[in-house]
């Protein structure tokens, strides 16, 4: 089992940017699909963005594409989200997960089975 570890939350002004990291250890992360989701207060958790195990394929939800940017460095299991333009819509507690199987590519919240603690991101001026 994966144990998944996320930092670089915080508080940030509306047009600000934070870079959230995911550290993996106990296995290697290198043959999984990662994916980013968040959860608000009184909502569901929703997908964010996916990046695929060797990092060539990404995918996004409509409502971070073209702000946030997934990226993985397997060396060092760890795989980010680059968040740009913030809006207060953003506030949320921000969790990666790994995919249930290996070398597959999905963004359901279903699809993932190892989740870390979650990072909570505050957008406020």
């Known amino acids: 089992q994966v144990q998944l570890v996320e930092s670089g939350g915080g508080l940030a002004q509306p047009g600000g940017s934070l870079t959230l990291s995911c550290a993996a250890s106990g296995r290697t992360i290198s043959n999984y699909a990662m994916g980013w989701f968040r959860q608000a207060p009184g909502k569901e958790r929703e997908f964010v963005a996916a990046i695929n195990w060797g990092g060539g394929s990404t995918n996004y939800a409509d409502s971070v594409k073209g702000r946030f940017t997934i990226s993985r460095d397997n060396a060092k299991n760890t795989v980010y989200l680059q968040m740009n333009s913030l809006k207060p819509e953003d506030t949320a507690v921000y969790y990666c997960?790994?995919?249930?199987?290996?070398?597959?590519?999905?963004?359901?919240?279903?699809?993932?089975?190892?989740w870390g603690q979650g990072t909570q991101v505050t957008v406020s001026s």
């Open positions: 997960a790994a995919d249930r199987v290996p070398w597959t590519y999905r963004s359901q919240v279903a699809d993932f089975g190892s």
